[in-house]
Nanobody, 124 residues
Framework: QVQLVESGGGLVQAGGSLRLSCAAAGRTFSSYAMGWFRQTPGKEREFVAA????????YYADSVKGRFTISRDNAKNTVYLQMNSLKPEDTAVYYCAAKIGLGQRSSYSAYPYWGQGTQVTVSS
């Protein structure tokens, strides 16, 4: 099992940057693929990015490709989401999630472990 805690959200102007962190508790963090999702009220949780256990493979939603970067530091049990060139439509609660393997990486129902979320608000 792994417990996840996100941090780094906040209010930023359009065009700005934020870096989200997700700290994991558990000795087997390096065994898990990690994902970032986001959700706005009334909408389904949306895939943002995913990274495999060794950080050798990453995947992105088309809406964030070229602006967001997912990375991880297994020595620190932490996964990051660097968000640049932020847009008002990036406003959401951002969640990190963990699963074994990268199959169905963009499907939120495939991830058994979730953090509590961190709010990101981008003003125009």
């Amino acid at each position: 099992q792994v417990q996840l805690v996100e941090s780094g959200g906040g209010l930023v102007q359009a065009g700005g940057s934020l870096r989200l962190s997700c700290a994991a508790a558990g000795r087997t963090f390096s065994s898990y693929a990690m994902g970032w999702f986001r959700q706005t009220p009334g909408k389904e949780r949306e895939f943002v990015a995913a990274i495999n256990w060794s950080a050798g493979t990453t995947y992105y939603a088309d809406s964030v490709k070229g602006r967001f970067t997912i990375s991880r530091d297994n020595a620190k049990n932490t996964v990051y989401l660097q968000m640049n060139s932020l847009k008002p439509e990036d406003t959401a609660v951002y969640y990190c999630a963990a699963k074994i393997g990268l199959g169905q990486r963009s499907s939120y129902s495939a991830y058994p472990y979730w953090g509590q979320g961190t709010q990101v608000t981008v003003s125009s």
